[in-house]
């Protein structure tokens, strides 16, 4: 069920034009009390007014999941809201990191450094944990990203070494992303 329609609504109250009013602002410092059931409509409504990438901290995985899960029933199918996962690792051991949710922190992290056209900018909810586990930096990010469009001519021998330098393993047969 989607329910996009509704958002407008809510978009109509004078409470919520006056905060949106105050996030315009450069630089703004406020706080908003939100009840529990109608945070996903909020940050649904706010997302859609204003034109910034936004970044939902909950303080743990489950309310992080629920929000983000709740955010694709208020908005538009194709909108870009992710989901920061937790990379579940153990100090000081040694194991392979899961890659699909290395994948799709990659993806989140990717979200906010590009944006084509007129894209929305990403909505994105991570738990403190996830928010605190460390990825990237942004000048090793933006060295190894590549980006192909429709129709670019690639030298695939070129291609594939320098992806492999970035890490990944060449496969005959691919069968998850990453």
Partial sequence: VNLSRLLNASLET???AELINKLKSPRVEGM????EPSISLALAALWRSVNVPILVITPNAESSRRIYDQL???LEPRS???HFSE???IPFERYAPDSIATHARLKTVAS???RFGKAKYPLVVSSIQAAS?????RTVFDDVTTTLVTRDQVDMSALTKSLVRMGYRPESTVEVPG
């Fill in 133 to 137: 586990q460390s990825t990237l930096e």
């Fill in 72 to 74: 694709h029933t208020w």
């Fill in 14 to 16: 004078d409470q919520f």
């Fill in 32 to 35: 908003v009390n939100i009840y």
């Fill in 87 to 89: 990379v579940d690792e």
């Fill in 112 to 114: 906010f450094r590009q």
């Fill in 80 to 82: 870009p809201i992710y």
